[in-house]
T-cell receptor, first 114, second 115 residues
Framework: NAGVTQTPKFQVLKTGQSMTLQCAQD?????MSWYRQDPGMGLRLIHY???????DQGEVPNGYNVSRSTTEDFPLRLLSAAPSQTSVYFC?????????????FGDGTRLSIL | QQPVQSPQAVILREGEDAVINCSSS?????VHWYRQKHGEAPVFLMI?????EQKGHEKISASFNEKKQQSSLYLTASQLSYSGTYFC????????????????FGQGTILTVHP
């Protein structure tokens, strides 16, 4: 039972490069989301999706794009990497919005922008 | 829309108790509590869906005061394993009484337990 799988686990980019952080879940969850975690800032919501084909912005969406073409996958794209995007990124999923069941987190992607 | 947690940090000796508070300026649909160890992903502790609800998990419990838009996490007889950062996450309630959908987290409370 894999749960929420994020790849890669570590990545170093140069300013201006683009890349996609991958996230996949095998629990048939409707709701998926991306957070970034910086020291002292907690977990800040970037984008979320309540189902395939539906995405919405969180608290800090600028510089990131998402799409949800399947229930299983929710990739996060950095369009033009900036040093301010150096962070730990967590993908998470839950059965649906408002569910009684918990949200499951992936192991995280540690991203450094030089 | 992020909930506000207090205190920011707590230092305890084994066996002591602590309370972590989480408050929102808007009506809450649910409150989630997680613990995160350094370098790891957050781990689920409990979810509270109804005002007045209280839940327990070993010696860790929580309450949800819907009217005050607040939740509290209670850690009793703390153990070394309780050390970590505790996050509350909240779903807001819309005019129809259902969830707005997104789950946002507070800044976290760093709990350190010493022998």
């Amino acid at each position: 039972n894999a749960g929420v799988t994020q790849t890669p686990k570590f990545q170093v980019l140069k300013t201006g490069q683009s890349m996609t952080l991958q996230c996949a879940q095998d629990m048939n969850h409707e709701y998926m989301s991306w957070y970034r975690q910086d020291p002292g800032m907690g977990l800040r919501l970037i984008h979320y999706s309540v189902g395939a084909g539906i995405t919405d912005q969180g608290e800090v969406p600028n510089g990131y794009n998402v799409s949800r073409s399947t229930t299983e996958d929710f990739p996060l794209r950095l369009l033009s990497a900036a040093p301010s995007q150096t962070s730990v990124y967590f993908c998470a999923s839950r059965e649906r919005q408002g569910a009684k069941q918990p949200q499951h987190f992936g192991d995280g992607t540690r991203l450094s922008i030089l | 829309q992020q909930p506000v947690q207090s205190p920011q940090a707590v230092i305890l000796r084994e066996g002591e108790d602590a309370v972590i508070n989480c408050s929102s300026s808007k009506a809450l649909y649910s409150v989630h509590w997680y613990r995160q160890k350094h370098g790891e992903a957050p781990v689920f502790l409990m979810i509270l869906l109804k005002g007045g609800e209280q839940k327990g998990h070993e010696k860790i419990s929580a309450s949800f005061n819907e009217k005050k838009q607040q939740s509290s996490l209670y850690l009793t007889a703390s153990q070394l394993s309780y050390s970590g950062t505790y996050f509350c996450g909240t779903e807001l309630k819309d005019a129809g009484g259902t969830s707005y959908g997104k789950l946002t987290f507070g800044q976290g409370t760093i709990l350190t337990v010493h022998p």
